[in-house]
């Protein structure tokens, strides 16, 4: 019997020092959870027992009948002995295939919540492969090719180095703690990225890298992968829609939790800490990718690229469900994909698999009569794809190379493309058993076609917010329209319409924006995805206001729908809530039609009343609106128009805010729900509505006036000091926050008379000359 080489030179009728202790001391009962015991401690201190190589075989052959470990440490203890650098390989490799299906099933009822373990396996497969040094052999095997021998260097299959990744993710996924061990290997995770030249060791390695990056501490840095360019640029579509799934990892910065819990202070000292860091990882993997020739074209034609027209029926999407329980990655999807069109070359008419069924040595379970793969899983195939693809131009077109990813992007006509498959991919009718993810509710997010039409709404949110390319979300009939608004209201038209490329704007009988609002009008009060379709649809109206664009949209019955939510429906989700109160002032703010069209709709006292409610049950929600209007009144009541005149008279809104005591309300409120320390991305708004109706009244001459409402209203409220203290310290920070950045700081201009605006001295105010004039952007 072959010994191990741990064990060589050990004397005749002498034990090894491990098997000693695996035996609990000389003459001890076999205790098999010592050994296991021993070898997990090992792997934590990296002394003592860390691999089956350490063991004899007859050993581990001993204990294998007590324990039961199917025979998986003497397996990993051939595979030691037969992966030697002068070795072929062979049997290696035939070794990984007894291997591979002991762990490929618990893999499997792992991922199918089906761990129906017998008593008798007291440690699972995956667990004791571990244990005895399995995963750190698979990667010093795969990694075997970075070695070389007198300038030579060693080759091993792709059918080897594919067993040898499908052993390694099922272990992955049925023992704890592996794949942060793995992504703690730098060297082998940027390895790991070479693996995928191959056709056949593809998806494998990209679902590994996939779960590897998921957990790794650190973002790895694209521009360390060797020969990037030619990777990519030699992937197939089918392979660059997947490995979005692993870009999606490398651009995005590192998650820490949500942006707008976090404050602004610890943001700003991030900016000091990152400025002095240099540029982080995420922004120069973007620069890299961006850097490979053609890259984003591809993306563009995948995210538009067409599928079949085949609506389906219900007992389809019921039969999809059925199969679908134990996917939850696109890449398993993409080796079904495979399998169905090599059995259709082959004329096979149907072709089926049971999820129970024993697995193919390429991770597949074989094929049975018992489930049945549907037709349209090319449809659900594509969804997939494209779910990952807009997700990484939709970084893009947040990173610092913004301005070039959106010429690309429109260059390649995203946009017109993404408008025809608006109907019968994007936004297609569900069926009652629309498919759902294992283990999410009907209303997940997390289902595929859900998580689409987000993912869509979050691209054209990107897409439109202060840029002018958004007019390409409109068809040339709607942007006559718009010429046609500005004529008629005798103002010039847009600049960025005039110079908007009409080749290559949307098609069709309605653009892209138009399809959007039809959808909004249609949804459901309950709907998840009001809030990205208001926000999606305010960012074309944000920037410099456009009569023209708010126009647009209030001839197609935007702000009645808006109104219906937040009054009849009664809406009360805060953040719908919140988008549609962010839409509502982008549409109303200094439009004197819009106003009118709000008292139409507001036209009693009982609509007003809860109205009023919706806004005043939480300022951090609704203060844009009640900043739009604040400064749409002072515009108004400056103008002298006999139309403006009378929509001032009518309009309850206008006419409530105008009043001092209900402005001294919203700014005492506006104050005293924020501080220096909880200012959030979300909260700050609130001080820079504060800000306009202060300056507001600064402009009039009653500055004075409001400090001293405030002071009583300070008393009143037996805060004496607070208030005005902590609107001081507010203020300050607000310079610090903005001054050093192009954000925010040009929506209220001067900010040097900003610091002017209050002066404290203990508990007596001293107003700022109120002749000086303030410059106030509209927004």
């Known amino acids: ?85 002068h070795s072929d390989f062979v049997e290696c490799q035939n070794i990984l295939k007894d291997i591979s299906p002991l762990l490929s099933m618990e893999a499997m009822a792992f991922v199918t919540e089906e761990r129906k373990f017998t008593q008798e396996t007291t440690y699972p497969n995956t667990y004791v492969f571990d244990l005895f040094g399995g995963v750190d052999l698979l990667v010093e095997i795969l990694m075997r090719p970075t070695i070389s021998i007198r300038g030579q260097k060693l080759k091993i299959s792709d059918e080897m180095s594919k067993d040898c990744l499908s052993i390694l993710y099922n272990t992955c996924v049925c023992t704890e703690g592996v794949t942060k061990r793995l992504a703690e290997k730098n060297d082998f995770v940027i390895f790991l990225f070479t693996l995928m030249t191959s056709k056949k060791t593809f998806l494998q390695t990209a679902t590994l890298i996939e779960d590897i990056l998921g957990v790794k501490k ?32 490398t651009i995005s910065e590192m998650d820490t939790g949500n942006d707008d819990k976090h404050t602004l202070l610890a943001k700003n000292a991030q900016q ?81 698999f049971s999820p129970l069924a024993a697995p193919e040595e390429n991770g597949l379970p074989h094929m049975s009569a018992r489930t049945q793969l549907p037709q349209s899983m090319k449809i659900m195939h594509e969804i997939m794809y494209k779910l990952e693809v807009l997700y990484v131009l939709c970084v893009l077109l ?66 439109s917010d202060h840029h002018e390319n958004k007019y390409l979300l409109l068809n040339n009939q709607e942007l006559n329209e718009l010429s046609a608004i500005s004529l008629k209201a005798n103002i010039p038209e847009v600049e960025a319409v005039l110079n908007t490329d009409r080749s290559l704007v949307c098609d069709g009988k309605r653009g892209l924006l138009t399809r959007l609002l039809q959808v909004m009008k249609k949804e459901p009060a309950e709907s998840s995805f009001r809030f990205w379709q208001a926000r999606a649809v305010e960012s074309f109206l944000r920037g ?11 001839k197609r019955g935007l702000l009645e729908h808006i109104l219906y939510c937040i009054v009849d429906s009664e809406c009360k989700s805060r953040d719908v809530l ?32 809860v109205f009023m409610k919706q806004i005043n049950s939480s300022l951090v929600d609704s203060n844009m609106l009640v900043r739009c209007v604040t400064l749409s009144l002072d515009r ?33 409120r506006l104050i005293n729900i924020i501080h220096v320390q909880t200012l959030t991305q979300e909260n700050v708004s609130c001080l820079n509505t504060s800000l306009v109706i202060l300056m507001l009244a600064r402009r009039k001459g009653q500055l004075p006036l409001y400090l001293q409402l405030l002071q009583r209203m300070e008393h009143s409220n037996k805060y004496p000091g607070f208030l005005l203290n902590n609107f001081h310290n507010l203020l300050r920070f607000w310079q610090q926050h903005y001054l050093h950045k192009d954000k925010d700081s040009t929506c209220l201009e001067n900010v040097k008379l900003l610091h002017q605006l209050l002066i404290l001295e203990g508990d007596s105010v001293h107003p700022a000359e109120p002749g000086s004039p303030v410059t106030l952007c509209p927004c």
Request: aromatic share 10%; charged share 20%.
């Open 1 to 85: 019997m072959a010994v191990a080489p741990a064990a060589a030179g050990v004397g005749r009728g002498r034990r090894s020092a491990a098997t000693v202790a695996a035996w609990g001391g000389w003459g001890g009962r076999p205790r098999p959870s010592n050994v296991l015991l021993q070898l997990r401690q090992g792997q934590l201190t990296g002394r003592g027992l860390t691999r089956a190589v350490q063991f004899t075989e007859t050993f581990l052959t001993e204990r294998d009948k007590q324990s039961k470990w199917s025979g998986i440490p003497q397996l990993l203890l051939k595979l030691y002995a037969t992966s030697h650098l």
């Open 218 to 249: 650190e973002m790895i840095r694209l521009d360390e992968v060797p020969n990037l360019n030619s990777l990519v640029s030699n992937f197939d579509q089918q392979q660059l829609a997947n490995f979005c799934r692993i870009l999606a990892v």
């Open 272 to 352: 000091k800490k990152s400025l002095s860091l240099g540029p982080s990882a995420a922004e120069i993997n973007q620069a890299a990718l961006l850097s490979i020739p053609g890259f984003v074209e591809r993306l563009c034609k995948l995210a538009t690229r067409k599928v079949s027209e085949s609506t389906g029926t219900a007992s389809f999407i019921q039969e999809l469900e059925e199969w679908y329980t134990w996917l939850d990655n696109a890449l398993v999807l993409d080796a079904l994909m495979r399998v169905a069109n090599e059995e259709s070359e082959h004329n096979q008419a149907s072709i089926v």
């Open 398 to 463: 947040m990173g610092r190379q913004r301005n070039q990813v959106h010429r690309m992007i429109a260059e390649f006509k995203l946009i017109p493309g993404l408008n025809n498959l608006f109907d019968k991919l994007i936004w297609r009718k569900h069926s009652a058993t629309a498919l759902v993810l294992h283990g999410h509710s009907q209303n997940c997010d997390c289902s595929p076609d859900i998580t689409l039409k987000i993912q869509f709404l979050r691209l054209l949110q990107s897409f």
């Open 544 to 554: 410099t206001t456009s009569y023209a664009d708010q126009m647009f949209l209030l």
């Open 578 to 609: 919140q988008s549609y109160f962010d839409l509502l002032g982008e549409l109303m703010k200094f439009n004197i039609d819009a106003f009118r069209r709000f008292s139409k709709y507001i036209n009693n006292d009982t609509k007003f009343q």
């Open 636 to 668: 108004f009541e400056n103008q002298v128009d006999v139309k403006v005149a009378e929509v001032l008279s009518e309009c309850r809104l206008l006419t409530y805010v105008s009043q001092v005591p209900v402005q001294m309300s919203f700014l005492f």
